[in-house]
């Protein structure tokens, strides 16, 4: 084995296992959230007094619709509970009372997670280019046009109480809040699936009959007109809590899953034409809207927990009685005590224990690493699919070496190979332009969410590999940047051999025709089509083949594994 790193590897910075405010991006406010209807964008806010009008009509409405025979004739027709709806006679058994406060726990810190994601790119498209300006969704201003104006420049902060952890360009921290609980909310999930369908309670939320859409209408107008129908929770839901519920279960928990899963570039690349059609921009704004329904469902449902009676109610789920004494309360304020605790300890916690964070969820997601690691990205794109805008993104080189690479077109500069190989070796510019050329029209996948499809060319690390010939003990490939990181100290990645074999792993020279441009990474950046962006190297300096990467930095395979507390794989 090599005894001496690259020198490059004594410009590496250790990093703290917790979050350093003092050295973390400064906060940035967003804007209130806007949505664009046409050429034009509207306050989000607007929504508040519009759903207050609608509803207030909504009760006129109805209240005068009861008034009509034809109406009360339906009413009695349909009384909101279809007649042939099959009772379950069990109540609400301990198991299901669980699995619902777990489920109640999971999804408060799946979704502030999952605001927190959405902070680190404040913008939601339907297109895969992500151009500005083409977002029909932003709680951030218009990108400005006078400067270089980058991805991370693009984050806003989010309070504490809100997001996890609540800083600003924190979105390593709070994926593994995201993966993490929603591993545990899927566990819950596929145990509430199984014991629902085991036992006769699916019965209460799937519908058995086309009259369960007619009574659903009659419930709403019941409720609308602020008459209550009448209660059969504890053996039956009405029409239109069984259509909620099912919804809710069977449908927005599902393409909540799916859409999460096609923003990975793993998954994305793998499905071909499936994940062009569901692209990932497209599965944001799915993912987004899901996210609206499960809050807006939340809303409606605690409401009328609370006002249709709220004693009986709590009692039937928090206690599984049906009476109306006081142990729902007994069991619901605790229950309720117990996450608002959890809730404000969080975002302290996780910057205090930041690594812990990172470890515990790479730990939680190493089942899905394992099963998409040996995954193909073989989906390319056509010449027409190219985005017109590719954001910029990563801090930039500050050296008197590069400018004066870039002053005279990089011809001085050398790319070194070395580390754990029979034939070390230095390459110039021209020397790995003379070697065969590989072109790829591939997608971009930003840890921050946003993406971009461009055409690269230049040098398939396969090639690479028969020119240097790594020894037995080589396990990694080790990617030096002439750029440091934002926190000061080499920006460097780490790569296993085996994703750095795969066919459309090559060091780009051009971008969409031409030389990549100094914004994007020249003279030379990593291309590697099933990770995020950030493991793509730009500015690549030197290459390092090793046998571990735990010497290296603070040990976790990459700059922004060590300071930002990334994942070290990271095919979602």
Same mark, same amino acid.
């Given at each position: 084995?090599?005894?001496?790193?690259? %020198?490059?590897?004594?410009?590496?910075?250790?990093? !703290? /296992?917790? #979050?350093? &405010?003092?050295? +973390? *991006?400064?906060?940035?406010?967003?804007?209130?959230?806007?949505?664009?209807?046409?050429?034009?964008?509207?306050?989000?806010?607007?929504?508040?007094?519009?759903?207050?009008?609608?509803?207030?009509?909504?009760?006129?409405?109805?209240?005068?619709?009861?008034?009509?025979?034809?109406?009360?004739?339906?009413?009695?027709?349909?009384?909101?509970?279809?007649?042939?709806?099959?009772?379950?006679?069990?109540?609400?058994?301990?198991?299901?009372?669980?699995?619902?406060?777990?489920?109640?726990?999971?999804?408060?810190?799946?979704?502030?997670?999952?605001?927190?994601?959405?902070?680190?790119?404040?913008?939601?498209?339907?297109?895969?280019?992500?151009?500005?300006?083409?977002?029909?969704?932003?709680?951030?201003?218009?990108? %400005?046009?006078?400067?270089?104006?980058?991805?991370? !420049? /693009?984050? #806003?902060? &989010?309070?504490? +109480? *809100?997001?996890?952890?609540?800083?600003?360009?924190?979105?390593?921290?709070?994926?593994?809040?995201?993966?993490?609980?929603?591993?545990?909310?899927?566990?819950?999930?596929?145990?509430?699936?199984?014991?629902?369908?085991?036992?006769?309670?699916?019965?209460?939320?799937?519908?058995?009959?086309?009259?369960?859409?007619?009574?659903?209408?009659?419930?709403?107008?019941?409720?609308?007109?602020?008459?209550?129908?009448?209660?059969?929770?504890?053996?039956?839901?009405?029409?239109?809590?069984?259509?909620?519920?099912?919804?809710?279960?069977?449908?927005?928990?599902?393409?909540?899953?799916?859409?999460?899963?096609?923003?990975?570039?793993?998954?994305?690349?793998?499905?071909?034409?499936?994940?062009?059609?569901?692209?990932?921009?497209?599965?944001?704004?799915?993912?987004?809207?899901?996210?609206?329904?499960? &809050?807006?469902?939340? *809303?409606?449902?605690?409401?009328?927990?609370?006002?249709?009676?709220?004693?009986?109610?709590?009692?039937?789920?928090?206690?599984?009685?049906?009476?109306?004494?006081?142990?729902?309360?007994?069991?619901?304020?605790?229950?309720?005590?117990?996450?608002?605790?959890?809730?404000?300890?969080?975002?302290?916690?996780?910057?205090?224990?930041?690594?812990?964070?990172?470890?515990?969820?790479?730990?939680?997601?190493?089942?899905?690493?394992?099963?998409?690691?040996?995954?193909?990205?073989?989906?390319?794109?056509?010449?027409?699919?190219?985005?017109?805008?590719?954001?910029?993104?990563?801090?930039?080189?500050?050296?008197?070496?590069?400018?004066?690479?870039?002053?005279?077109?990089?011809?001085?500069?050398?790319?070194?190979?070395?580390?754990?190989?029979?034939?070390?070796?230095?390459?110039?510019?021209?020397? &790995?332009?003379?070697?065969?050329?590989?072109?790829?029209?591939?997608?971009?996948?930003?840890?921050?969410?946003?993406?971009?499809?461009?055409?690269?060319?230049?040098?398939?690390?396969?090639?690479?590999?028969?020119?240097?010939?790594?020894?037995?003990?080589?396990?990694?490939?080790?990617?030096?940047?002439?750029?440091?990181?934002?926190?000061?100290?080499?920006?460097?990645?780490?790569?296993?051999?085996?994703?750095?074999?795969?066919?459309?792993?090559?060091?780009?020279?051009?971008?969409?025709?031409?030389?990549?441009?100094?914004?994007?990474?020249?003279?030379?950046?990593?291309?590697?089509?099933?990770?995020?962006?950030?493991?793509?190297?730009?500015?690549?300096?030197?290459?390092?083949?090793?046998?571990?990467?735990?010497?290296?930095?603070?040990?976790?395979?990459?700059?922004?594994?060590?300071?930002?507390?990334?994942?070290?794989?990271?095919?979602?």
């Amino acid at each position: 084995m090599s005894l001496t790193h690259d %020198p490059l590897e004594k410009r590496l910075s250790r990093a !703290d /296992d917790r #979050v350093r &405010l003092s050295h +973390w *991006l400064p906060p940035q406010a967003g804007v209130i959230p806007k949505i664009r209807v046409g050429e034009r964008w509207i306050n989000a806010l607007w929504a508040l007094p519009l759903i207050f009008v609608l509803v207030i009509t909504g009760v006129a409405l109805c209240q005068a619709l009861r008034q009509l025979p034809q109406v009360q004739d339906f009413l009695v027709r349909y009384p909101g509970i279809p007649r042939s709806a099959v009772a379950v006679t069990a109540g609400f058994p301990g198991w299901l009372r669980l699995l619902h406060f777990l489920n109640l726990f999971f999804m408060v810190f799946i979704i502030r997670a999952g605001v927190q994601i959405l902070a680190d790119h404040p913008r939601l498209y339907w297109k895969r280019d992500c151009t500005p300006g083409t977002e029909w969704f932003r709680f951030q201003k218009a990108v %400005p046009t006078d400067r270089i104006w980058t991805a991370k !420049d /693009d984050s #806003v902060t &989010l309070p504490g +109480w *809100l997001g996890i952890p609540g800083i600003r360009h924190s979105i390593g921290l709070a994926r593994w809040w995201h993966f993490s609980t929603t591993l545990l909310w899927m566990v819950n999930g596929v145990v509430y699936y199984v014991l629902l369908f085991s036992t006769g309670q699916w019965l209460r939320i799937v519908p058995t009959t086309w009259d369960v859409f007619p009574n659903a209408v009659s419930t709403a107008i019941q409720y609308l007109s602020l008459t209550f129908p009448a209660d059969e929770s504890w053996t039956r839901y009405n029409g239109l809590q069984q259509l909620t519920y099912f919804g809710t279960v069977f449908i927005a928990a599902p393409v909540s899953i799916v859409t999460g899963l096609m923003q990975s570039p793993a998954i994305s690349n793998r499905l071909g034409w499936f994940g062009r059609v569901l692209n990932r921009q497209r599965a944001r704004s799915i993912h987004f809207i899901a996210l609206w329904w499960f &809050l807006l469902f939340i *809303l409606a449902h605690v409401t009328l927990v609370f006002i249709t009676d709220a004693r009986v109610n709590l009692n039937m789920m928090w206690a599984g009685v049906q009476d109306s004494s006081w142990s729902g309360f007994a069991v619901f304020l605790p229950a309720m005590l117990l996450l608002a605790t959890a809730w404000w300890w969080a975002s302290p916690w996780t910057l205090r224990h930041a690594r812990l964070v990172q470890h515990v969820g790479a730990f939680l997601s190493r089942p899905f690493g394992a099963a998409t690691q040996s995954w193909d990205a073989k989906s390319q794109l056509g010449e027409n699919a190219i985005s017109p805008y590719f954001w910029p993104n990563g801090t930039m080189p500050k050296s008197a070496e590069f400018d004066a690479m870039v002053a005279n077109g990089f011809v001085n500069y050398r790319l070194r190979i070395g580390g754990l190989v029979e034939n070390p070796i230095e390459l110039s510019l021209a020397d &790995l332009e003379a070697m065969p050329k590989q072109e790829q029209i591939t997608t971009h996948f930003c840890i921050q969410g946003w993406s971009g499809v461009a055409k690269w060319g230049g040098v398939p690390m396969r090639d690479l590999f028969d020119l240097v010939k790594p020894t037995a003990d080589a396990r990694y490939v080790v990617f030096y940047s002439l750029a440091d990181g934002a926190d000061g100290g080499r920006y460097y990645d780490a790569h296993s051999l085996a994703n750095m074999r795969h066919e459309l792993t090559i060091l780009a020279y051009e971008m969409n025709g031409g030389p990549v441009s100094v914004l994007h990474g020249a003279p030379l950046r990593l291309r590697c089509e099933n990770e995020l962006g950030f493991k793509m190297v730009k500015w690549i300096a030197a290459i390092e083949f090793v046998h571990s990467y735990t010497d290296l930095g603070a040990g976790e395979g990459g700059y922004n594994e060590d300071h930002e507390f990334y994942g070290y794989r990271v095919p979602i």
